[in-house]
Nanobody
Framework: QVQLVESGGGLVQPGGSLRLSCAASGFTFSLYTMSWYRRAPGKERELVASVTSTGVRTNYADSVKGRFTISRDNAKNTVYLQMNSLKPEDTAVYYC????????WGQGTQVTVSS
């Protein structure tokens, strides 16, 4: 059974940091490109960051470049999103996504940036 379980969300003040984790199981994690998406209230889901299967290449939305870092540990079947200098506009539900021949989604974790 495929599972993507996100954790690490919460409430943080502007300028603060959070680290999201996504633990994967049920598929060959090391063969999949992993991504983080987010959906803010009233907005469409958007790609935040992605990392290739080997971790060599990463891609970021312009809105998070220089503030967020995606990484993965294939030995632990886990992908991370380090979020620094958080802004209120980063408030959203963050979703983990895995893609190769198939695509899988996690259930999401809420990130709220507010004073």
């Amino acid at each position: 059974q495929v599972q993507l379980v996100e954790s690490g969300g919460g409430l943080v003040q502007p300028g603060g940091s959070l680290r999201l984790s996504c633990a994967a199981s049920g598929f060959t994690f090391s063969l999949y490109t992993m991504s983080w998406y987010r959906r803010a209230p009233g907005k469409e889901r958007e790609l935040v960051a992605s990392v290739t299967s080997t971790g060599v290449r990463t891609n970021y939305a312009d809105s998070v470049k220089g503030r967020f870092t995606i990484s993965r540990d294939n030995a632990k079947n886990t992908v991370y999103l380090q979020m620094n200098s958080l802004k209120p506009e980063d408030t959203a539900v963050y979703y983990c996504h895995a893609v190769n021949s198939m695509g899988y989604w996690g259930q999401g974790t809420q990130v709220t940036v507010s004073s």
